[in-house]
């Protein structure tokens, strides 16, 4: 059974039709639509499941609800949610950092404890000590915090954001715990199956009217009550175990890590894996906050936590850290300036390099220009007075920049070159208007000209070693500059600081560069244009014909 067929099952039952009536209408034999709704079998497309909808007469919303249910059961659920999860993460990235407001939980209120433990039995009051913490820690010149905590935990990511925003001194090292489960590729995970719903828990009158939401997400049904088959179906049945779903908090929660390390305080998140039952820091409170005057446990719904001011108490927490952290490999590397980048151009040109006979995806919110540009073009846009005056310096700093592209220009004119291109329709049309493209920080060259712009995209076109697809739906604005590329060992990703210039990130996780790589590889023939409709659409937008 699925999801779907049990959809199927409760809205025929509501209206009182069976198998052969669907059959009927939907120009199927009667066999057929009755292993559908046993969930033996799926349709082949979209239009029949329309056609089920018409016949059960279901609103906008139960359409989209079975919509979702029939992907999310051809997928398979853990495949389904990756999707959703990956495509939330890129259209989080638009023209401007994340607006994070500047969390205040009044801890003025609070007072200063009198003893060296205290024991907290309150949300609230746990948000309210924390931020206490953390103001006293950034009162100094110099500030440091140390982190146990899974990414999903909001208003202690929050926190830091705000903090970080105020105080640039400030450096925050973080451990995310993460299980091996992740590493699997999908169908090789033991994923935990619970039996159908009864018909006590699904009857025809609690069908969920909501979208499908995120597991653990409480589905309403019409009267307003709490569907709580569907709601444990979506946490129990139909997504992986809770071990997995602790990494996929990861991805969905991605977006902060990145706000995070471009904020341009020192932020070094790093990952360990562990066992399902010793997820985190301890067995009980699973997350900890290290500052240097006080050792903080707290469990994920920060209902409780428990706090040490004993200095001897504190150093034993921050030994403890030491020896969990003590060679664990970063998330992701961090470039956050122009200077940065320029100093490691060597090291980002070995990082890009790929095994060949490995595929290669490249997204990008506008066209990918490098591989097309003529040393006139080069030597014509890029800004040297942003270099040092003297001369010998600016030509080092050219020739980084000449050997970096003429790098990628000499692998995409490979003849084994094995890269797929994705590109959206307006992220073209950004490109035409702006002359700016993703690839190079902005700092360093000038717009292309309107003419420049238009042989661009037509070299794009005619380009026999250049790849490129068309995206049907977009995946993120174009305005924000997010360039993302996912390689057979790294996973790159650059993107646009408002007023703070580029920001470079290498992630090297296993469990998210394999997330990504089956979420590009994974575009069905609907979600593309063919080859040649791409290409007619990148000469009709060149020569401005629509």
């Known amino acids: 059974m699925s999801y779907f067929s049990d959809l199927l099952s409760a809205y025929s039952k509501r209206i009182g039709i069976n198998s052969p009536q669907i059959a009927s209408y939907c120009g199927l034999d009667r066999v057929t639509v009755y292993r559908f709704m046993k969930g033996k079998t799926l349709p082949k497309d979209k239009e029949t499941v329309s056609r089920m909808a018409e016949i059960l007469q279901l609103t906008v919303d139960e359409r989209n609800v079975l919509w979702e249910a029939y992907e999310c ?60 913490e953390l103001h006293k820690e950034c009162a100094g010149e110099h500030c440091s915090i140390e982190l146990i905590m899974r990414p999903g935990i909001d208003p202690v990511m929050d926190m830091l954001l705000s903090v970080g925003k105020k105080k640039k001194t400030l450096k925050v090292k973080h451990l995310i715990p993460l299980t091996t489960a992740f590493l699997t590729e999908p169908g090789q995970s033991v994923i935990s199956r619970n039996k159908s719903f009864s018909e006590k828990n699904f009857s025809a009158f609690d069908i969920p009217a909501g979208r499908l939401g995120p597991p653990d997400q409480t589905l309403k ?111 992701s590397y961090v470039f956050r300036d122009i200077e940065s980048f320029m100093d490691n151009m060597n090291n980002v040109i070995l990082k890009r390099n790929r095994n060949k006979d490995d595929t290669e995806y490249f997204y990008a919110s506008q066209p990918c220009i490098i591989p097309l540009l003529t040393n006139e073009v080069i030597k014509r846009h890029l800004r040297t007075e942003i ?60 717009p292309l000209t309107e003419e420049e712009r238009s042989e661009m995209i037509l070299r794009l076109a005619e380009s026999p070693t250049f790849s490129a697809r068309i995206l049907k739906k977009e995946l993120s604005p174009p305005e924000g500059m997010l360039c993302l590329e996912v390689m057979d ?10 007023g703070k210039g580029m920001c470079f990130l290498y992630v090297n996780e296993p469990g998210i560069l394999m997330a990504f790589r089956r979420f590009f590889s994974g575009f069905s023939k609907d979600e593309l244009y063919s080859e040649e409709e791409s290409r007619e659409i990148l000469r009709m937008i060149a020569e401005r014909k629509q």
């Open 387 to 446: 270099f040092p005056q003297e001369k010998e310096e600016r030509n080092d700093a050219l020739k980084n920049i000449y050997s970096y592209i003429s790098a990628i220009q000499a692998r995409y004119q490979e003849s084994d070159n094995n890269q797929i291109n994705y590109l959206s329709e307006s992220g073209v049309r950004y490109f035409m208007k702006t002359g700016r493209f993703a690839e190079v920080p902005l700092e360093l060259y000038s």
């Open 73 to 132: 059961a051809q997928l398979g659920p853990r495949v389904y949610w990756e999707r959703q999860y990956i495509k939330s993460f890129l259209k989080s990235f638009k023209g401007t950092s994340p607006a994070v407001p500047l969390v205040q939980y009044d801890s003025d209120d609070v007072e200063e404890s009198q003893t060296d433990t205290l024991l907290v039995s309150s949300r609230d009051c746990t948000l309210k000590r924390i931020q206490k």
């Open 221 to 331: 049904v019409p009267g307003g009550d709490t569907d709580e088959g569907a709601a444990a179906f979506m946490s129990e049945t139909s997504f992986p175990e809770r071990s997995l779903r602790w990494n996929y908090e990861l991805l969905q929660n991605f977006f902060k890590i990145v706000s995070l390390c471009s904020e341009g305080f020192d932020y070094e998140p790093a990952y360990y894996y562990s066992r399902q039952n010793e997820i985190g820091a301890f067995p009980v409170y699973s997350n900890l906050l290290l500052t240097e005057r006080s050792a903080i446990l707290f469990t994920d719904d920060l209902s409780e936590s428990i706090f040490f001011w004993n200095r001897n108490q504190v150093a034993a927490f921050h030994r403890k850290y030491e020896r969990i952290a003590e060679r664990k490999p970063p998330l």
């Open 489 to 498: 060992k790294s996973l790159f990703i650059e993107f646009l600081v408002p």
